[in-house]
């Protein structure tokens, strides 16, 4: 298995089971502006665990991320491109795109650069079209 295998291994599993000791401890979580959250940088797996995906989850009570694809980058990091399938604490559904790039050291993810445009979300529950 190559390394970017095992990197992509690594992602979904975290991706399908949510187990926050697949983050390093000193993990570095990027955001765009737009996201439903109050900040852009969360550190270290103490903070993701409870403090970025608790005030995630507020807003969006049902978040699930399914990735189209991934890319090795160059440098070794991961591209994954995709849509979060959400729904709101008002019952309101949709699909948000995505691209992250993933950092995977040590056999623990150690960051992600996440891009998503809520504005997609935010056109669709008021039917306007994107």
Not at 11 to 30: F, I
Not at 43 to 50: F, K, L
Not at 75 to 83: H, V
């Amino acid at each position: 298995m190559t390394a970017s295998e095992a990197a992509e291994a690594l992602l979904r599993r975290w991706m399908e089971s949510g187990d926050h000791s697949l983050l390093a401890e000193d993990v570095r979580w990027r955001v765009s502006p737009g996201y439903p959250v109050p900040r852009t940088e969360w550190r270290g797996r103490a903070e993701v665990a409870e403090v970025f995906f608790p005030t995630l989850r507020r807003r969006f009570p049902h978040w699930k991320i399914a990735v189209d694809r991934f890319v090795p980058l160059v440098d070794g990091r991961l591209l994954a491109s995709g849509a979060y399938d959400a729904r709101d604490a008002e019952g309101r559904a949709g699909t948000v795109p995505f691209l992250h790039v993933w950092t995977v050291r040590d056999g623990a993810i150690a960051a992600v650069e996440a891009v998503a445009d809520f504005g997609a979300f935010a056109r669709a529950e008021s039917g306007t079209p994107g």
